[in-house]
């Protein structure tokens, strides 16, 4: 293992950190269709923040087996396994949950409300519980629920194929791979993980580089036969999206406001719709096109990140802490620096 390589991965809390504030940037300025006017340069540049959700998959492809290797999971830690994201992730995702329900609860009832009329269909809440609305061709409360479902479904399929994808048999790997990927041309389905294959098979492949488990050679060849894949399905933005956290694995950039951007970064993932398209959508309503929807888009900005710190010190942080807390079976764990995950 080469310790120097293993510092880069600090890195990746910066873009975890980018990625989440571009996707923020993605609906200030595009999700309120009449908020910018077309032209506005704001707006066609925001329109790539987007691919942000992009970058966390690529991210998600590597941390996550990063983490297993560092532990030296087995298909008998599957419960330990399950038991620790879900302790990480859903407590704070259900949380926000019924944060954006009472938000839109109240906001329904306010004079001069614009906004879609509230949902309280049973199926549609309940949905969210196991991530089905995708599955039931239901919208979601929060726009960015669907993006929760797909780590979710990699979460499932690591932990089943973790024994294939550290495998030293070149056929296995290369079989695990290949099947892994083509499934999206029998189930071309946005809410189905195999829609991003590409993405979280780069991720999987820098991992295996890190961890001296692959090959220069076989992973410059799983790097580009992965960017193809990318460029094919997703154009010049989507490849772009893949490239970033490719070179942020390989470099060292950390300071104090990267490192409270990428520590916040999942609460400001769940909370920048709810509160900051408020602030938006509030401003749309009181100010003509002009300089104070740009000032809008920055209070936007700044409400959502003292929201999120917030969430992040008196929701997230708990849960994330008794996650570390659950144990695998000891078994000569690798000592590893890898912060977050």
């Known amino acids: 293992m080469n310790e120097n390589r293993l510092a880069y991965l600090n890195s990746l809390n910066t873009l975890r950190g980018l990625a989440a504030l571009s996707v923020c940037i993605f609906h200030f300025t595009n999700a309120n ?5 077309v032209e506005s340069i704001v707006r066609k540049l925001g329109a790539y923040g987007c ?25 008998s830690d599957i419960k330990t396994f399950l038991l620790k994201r879900i302790v990480r992730i859903e407590p704070p995702y259900l949380i926000s949950f019924l944060l954006v329900l009472l938000l839109n609860i109240i906001s329904s009832v306010l004079p001069h409300y614009q906004g879609k009329p ?19 061709h239901l919208e979601w409360i929060n726009p960015v629920y669907w993006t929760l479902a797909i780590e979710f479904q990699y979460y499932l399929l690591i932990a089943l194929l973790f024994p294939l994808i550290s495998s030293k048999n070149n056929i296995i790997l290369v079989t695990t791979a290949v099947l ?11 809410n189905f993980i195999f829609y991003y294959s590409f993405y979280f098979t780069l991720g999987i492949a820098i991992c295996k580089y890190l961890v001296n488990d692959l090959s220069k050679p076989y992973f410059l060849i799983s790097v580009l036969i992965s960017l193809a894949g990318i ?3 997703f154009n010049l933005p989507g490849l ?32 920048h719709a709810p509160v900051g398209l408020r602030v938006i959508n509030i401003s749309g309503q009181w ?3 002009g300089l104070s929807h740009y000032i809008a888009i920055l209070v936007a900005i700044a409400i959502t990140l003292v929201a999120a710190y ?15 807390k659950i144990r695998y079976s000891e078994r000569g764990v690798m000592k590893m620096a890898l912060q977050n995950i």
């Not at 892994?180 to 946005?190: E, Y």
């Open 240 to 271: 772009v999206a893949g490239l970033i956290p490719l070179g942020f694995s390989f470099i060292s950039w950390e300071n104090a406001i990267t490192r409270f951007l990428g520590n916040i970064s999942y609460s400001l993932y769940l909370l």
């Open 231 to 233: 460029f094919v399905q």
């Open 51 to 75: 691919f942000g959700v992009q970058v966390f998959f690529v991210i998600s492809g590597l941390v996550i087996p990063f983490s297993m290797y560092k532990v030296q999971y087995r298909l």
């Open 33 to 37: 269709r009449s908020f910018l006017h």
């Open 118 to 136: 509230l949902n309280t269909d049973p199926v549609f809440l309940l949905g969210h519980l196991g991530y089905m609305n995708s599955f039931l």
């Open 287 to 289: 100010f003509d096109y």
């Open 310 to 324: 917030l969430f992040y010190r008196y929701v997230e942080l708990p849960f994330k802490k008794m996650s570390q």
């Open 180 to 190: 892994f990927n083509a499934v999206s041309w029998f189930l071309p389905d946005p």
